[in-house]
């Protein structure tokens, strides 16, 4: 399995870096992938993130899931980027894994991809999820998209697409030895 996290500066630390944690310890390839000029990215809480990789060194071909953690600033430079764009339409058509968290959401809902779909995001960014029918739960699921409402949904997030990719059982496995024990 192989995921692309995308990072853009004013990102949240830990929407991005708990869920990259998470598909890690799963055994999932997780290449986190800088929008901005140079590989080091700066979080919302001046956390500098060095990327694997930058955006144009990237194909997506082999691409199973592409990740966008949330942010107001990470938010509206993902948004701006218009390549991502071309990018999570074409992983929508063929169906692939699209997850988005906390402001990231809105992203999906400018492209139209959250039409007719049942969504969450961070309260008050709701209005950017055109055509989506907004929950408010901390995570939600509808087809190949995955979102998640704020920092607090970090680890739920990261277990969700971890299910969707590789399953319940490691899952199960994953929480027991992290010590999430419901």
Excluded: W
């Amino acid at each position: 399995m192989k995921a692309y996290l995308f990072l853009a500066d004013g990102f949240e630390t830990v929407e991005a870096l708990a869920p990259l944690d998470v598909m890690r310890r799963a055994g999932i390839n997780v290449v986190t992938v800088s929008i901005m000029k140079n590989l080091q990215v700066r979080s919302a809480q001046n956390v500098p993130v060095l990327a694997d990789a930058m955006y144009g060194e990237c194909s997506f071909a082999d691409a199973d899931a592409l990740i966008l953690p949330g942010g107001s600033e990470g938010t509206e430079n993902l948004s701006a980027f218009e390549s991502l764009h071309a990018e999570l339409m074409r992983m929508n058509s063929e169906g692939r894994l699209i997850a988005a968290i906390c402001a990231a959401p809105m992203v999906l809902g400018r492209i139209g991809l959250l039409q007719e779909r049942v969504a969450t995001c961070y309260p008050g960014c709701e209005g950017d999820l055109r055509g989506a029918q907004y929950t408010a739960k901390a995570v939600e699921e509808d087809g190949n998209i995955i979102t998640a409402c704020g920092p607090g949904a970090s680890f739920d997030f990261g277990f969700a697409i971890v299910e969707r990719l590789c399953g319940a059982d490691v899952v199960a496995t994953l929480r027991s030895q992290m010590q999430f024990n419901k």
